[in-house]
């Protein structure tokens, strides 16, 4: 695709409850990031994919959080047990192996009611 | 501890003037330094972008100083517009590892008509 997709844009979840959102990086991007951005904030740093593997998952916040990218191209975040604190904007990245410049998708707010 | 430090927070200017917003940083080994620019709803996207052996990066209205000496580095919008009301983000950038981007606090610019 021409950007990086994400879906879906918005989701409603209840507490307790299990998401996943997806990230569709742009074709050839090797590096895929997931960030989060809190409201009236700069986005925070969750973790890294360099092809397949999780590269750097230092920015998790706990074990709730998990995230895959079997095929080295569409990344999925995944959210177990979901909080009232997990409310907040999801974004993905993705950056080719040529340079540092990181392209964002347009993000995935998640509201936990 | 925050490694990107960006004032102010928010900054009203009138339409025609020069909007300039400052960051500090702390970490020396950072070597890229990108802004980013985030409109409501969307996802941030790269404006500028500049590197330490460099004083000054100059593309249209938008310009980035930077003070190696200091840690720090500011961006100016030349005869800022309506349109250039949003959100703007420095970054930080190591070398190393995942490259992943430290942002700065952000600030909410208006340009007054």
């Known amino acids: 695709g021409a950007g990086v997709s994400q879906t879906p844009s918005n989701k409603v979840t209840e507490k307790g409850k299990y998401v996943e959102l997806r990230c569709d990086p742009i074709?050839?991007?090797?590096?895929l990031y997931w960030y989060r951005q809190s409201l009236g904030q700069g986005p925070e740093f969750l973790i890294y994919?360099?092809?397949?593997?999780?590269?750097?998952d230092s920015g998790l916040p706990n074990d709730r959080f998990f995230a895959v990218r079997p095929e080295g191209s569409v990344s999925t975040l995944k959210i177990q047990r979901t909080e009232r604190g997990d409310s907040a904007v999801y974004l993905c990245?993705?950056?080719?192996?040529?340079?540092?410049?990181?392209?964002f998708g347009q993000g995935t707010r998640l509201t936990v009611v | 501890q925050q490694q990107v430090k960006q004032s102010p927070q928010s900054l009203i200017v009138q339409k025609g003037g020069i909007s300039i917003i400052n960051c500090a940083y702390e970490?020396?080994?950072?070597?890229?330094f990108p802004w980013y620019q985030q409109f409501p709803g969307k996802g941030p996207a790269l404006l500028i972008a500049i590197r330490p052996d460099v004083s000054e990066k100059k593309e249209g209205r938008f310009t980035i100083s930077f003070n190696k000496s200091a840690k720090q580095f500011s961006l100016h919008i030349m005869d800022s517009q309506p349109g250039d009301s949003a959100t703007y983000f420095c970054a930080a950038i190591q070398p190393q590892g995942a490259q992943k981007l430290v942002f700065g606090q952000g600030t909410r610019l208006t340009i007054n008509p």
């Open positions: 074709s050839g991007h090797t590096a």
């Open positions: 994919f360099q092809g397949t593997g999780a590269a750097d």
């Open positions: 970490n020396t080994a950072f070597d890229y």
């Open positions: 990245a993705s950056s080719s192996y040529q340079g540092p410049e990181a392209f």
